[in-house]
């Protein structure tokens, strides 16, 4: 048996960074990993029944966004890391920060109890280990898989995601349905595209798009889109209201048009969420592929018999292959149930159970757009403050009362799309929280009277976890000079009031009203027949000039 003050479960991205900072306010930590090395769902596997990347994953949100606070990514990483590069960034951070040590690798929890004040969580090599903490960083094992439902009849070859690495050669030339949104998802369109006679893409619960790098202007370099994210930006167009004066350029952006709503204009994928309110697929350039030949869209699914698949729009077709891609969800089977019987929104910000807060949730939430890992890094070092004693948790009654306030706001801001997710939140404005409740969101004021240079870089330069250290004495310039390096060719002043105008009158607003009208024409029955006439195919032509000019050929590069 052995003891140390807390230990964590999995050496993912979520668990280094938990014993990264338990190290860091002086706790002794083991973190306890099923695999041989760290990394997670990011050291790639070709083994089917183990869930990793595909070999093709790259980041969907930049390096910018993604890198930790006090190690940022070097230039040649690229802005969106292949996930080679970004298992290298990870090995390189552990060694920097000597968390190797900490690690027990081959190791898996097979039981845990608590047992008077002591966590007993016994393992696969026998061996028991006892903490006064306990932090669970597993990650999502258990695949969301509805085939039984939706597919019961089906006699094609049918698969998970999570056994999908690359395209199958037996499946060559196949007639492939993925089922599902999400980013998983356009990740095999892409892969399957040259890989396949066609593909059909079902969406049941619609979804909407963002692309993630682009040329905003023909003499603009192109660029990671998800850098414009400045606190002075999210203040005059707030993440959590839709970004009113900025969401026309998200459209822009991602599809070249102003009309194109929830970022994709196709009937097929529209819903009633509200921008920001709904998971973002930023995997926007797969959009360039759609087109109602080789590559359709469509939305639920009715039945299906033998190889014949019914949608809910009545049409049909068969298909050789089906791909479910409906993501995953957690499981803790090694917990005893009263602690696995309750929601993410009923444990205090998603992390402390409320019951027994010795025992801590942290990787587990994950934001409408933006990065996880930011999120996980602060809550990983509000956790560590708390353990260590440097910070008290509010008392259980506090607790109860603001977790249930929190569940009933989360609610009702995802009430137009799925619930079934419990862990998802709007980033900035929950990150913000939570850096508040560790003690480390940025005093603008006093960083203003002490460098107004320092201020204005920290207000204008993208969203990034190193703005949470600004505020230490030991990091300022080294975020001052990572924030400058990153803000390079992003938003301007004059950017922002253009921004302040657009939201002054409403300039969203009128847009959504031709969206709706727009949405209506496509709707009608007559659309199949108006849209194939050469006038209108004209129109359509000279209207996504704009696209293929800016984005078309502003695709991610291969860094």
Known sequence: M?????????????????????????????????????GGLWYYSDDHAEKTVMKSTRTTSSSSLTEMSDYPMSDDIGPFPHHTKLLQYLQSYCEKFDLPRHICFNTTAEKVEKKGELWHVYTSTGIMY????????????????????????????????????????KHRNCRLLVFGGGE?????????????????????????????YARILPWKKPQALDKASSYLLTQIAPFHYSKPGLSWMCKWTTSGSLLNYQGHGIPEWKNNSPFMHLFINKNGHILDLIDYKKFVPKGGIESCNGKEVIFSDGSKHEFDVVIISTGYKPAFPFLPEQYTEKSFRDRYKHI????????????????????????????????????????KLKPKAERLEETKIDAEFWRKYFEASSQRLDRIVEGVMHVSNLARLADIYPDAWSLFRRNMYHWYVAMVSPFNSGIFRISEPDHEYQVIANLQRHRQGTTTPLHLLLIFFLRLVWFDWWLNQLEGIKYKIQSSRYWPFVKALPPVRFVNWVWCLPKRILFDKGQIPQC
């Not at 964590?8 to 695999?35: D, N």
């Not at 669970?136 to 049918?158: L, Q, Y």
């Not at 159970?353 to 999120?375: W, Y």
């Open 2 to 38: 052995t003891y140390h003050d807390v230990t964590v479960l999995g050496a993912g991205w979520s668990g280094i960074l938990a014993t990264k900072y338990m190290k860091e306010e002086g706790l002794t930590v083991v973190a306890l990993e099923r695999r041989d090395s760290i």
């Open 130 to 169: 006892t903490s006064k903490f306990l932090i669970v960083s597993t990650g999502e094992p258990i695949a969301d898989d509805p085939r039984d439902s939706i597919f019961p009849n089906f006699t094609g070859s049918i698969y998970h995601a999570k056994r999908i690495k690359e395209p199958m050669e």
């Open 184 to 212: 998983t998802a356009a990740d095999i369109c892409e892969d399957w595209y040259n890989h396949t006679s066609h593909i059909y893409w079902s969406a049941p619960r619609g979804q909407h798009f963002f692309r993630r």
């Open 352 to 391: 402390f159970d409320n019951d027994d807060p010795s025992l801590a949730f942290v990787g587990f939430v994950r934001p409408v757009i933006g990065s996880m890992t930011m999120i996980t890094e602060t809550q990983a070092r509000w956790v560590a403050k708390i353990y260590s004693g440097k910070l």
